[in-house]
């Protein structure tokens, strides 16, 4: 059996819930086809590029699947009747990947807070300070030159 990494993006006003409904679903759909789906992501609200079918934001779930390719065209022939799919996207791959996605551990990161190694901003001066202005040539001391239309 092939192995899939499939992205699914649901309208903006289902709740949580009812995408879970859905993934569950098409789930069902994949097994009942001789497939398997070991991992499911929900990655949450997120903004879109662009408008899809006037929608601004949209629920992103991932599905890494298991299965023959007939059972994932029943899937995302299934996922096109669906008014509540906005899009969806599944790509083989040649080994799932354990472990969170790459979506995920960005939101661990993002929550970890601010780190203390940036540049603190509430003291005097800034980062591109270049120490006072004595120690630095005035510019109309280095081009003192007369012209000789003096009169």
């Known amino acids: 059996m092939a192995l899939y990494e499939h992205i699914m993006l649901a309208r903006q006003d289902v709740s949580a819930q009812q995408v879970e409904t859905l993934v ?3 789930k069902g759909i994949i097994e009942a086809n001789g497939g398997s789906v070991p991992k499911v992501e ?3 609200v997120k903004s879109l590029g662009y408008r899809i079918k006037k929608n601004r934001k949209a629920h992103y779930s991932l599905l890494n699947i298991d299965a023959p390719s007939a059972a994932v065209l029943e899937m995302e022939r299934q996922m096109r009747i669906n008014e509540d799919v906005l899009r969806f996207l599944t790509v083989r791959v040649e080994e799932l990947e354990e472990g969170q996605s790459a979506m995920l551990q960005k939101r661990d990161r993002d929550d970890r807070g601010e780190r203390g190694d ?6 005097g001066g800034d980062r591109f300070d270049r120490g006072p202005r004595r120690d630095r040539p005035r510019r109309d001391d280095e081009t003192t030159e007369t012209t000789g239309a003096e009169a």
């Open 24 to 26: 569950e679903q098409f």
């Open 42 to 44: 929900y990655w949450g």
């Open 118 to 123: 940036r540049f603190d901003r509430s003291g």
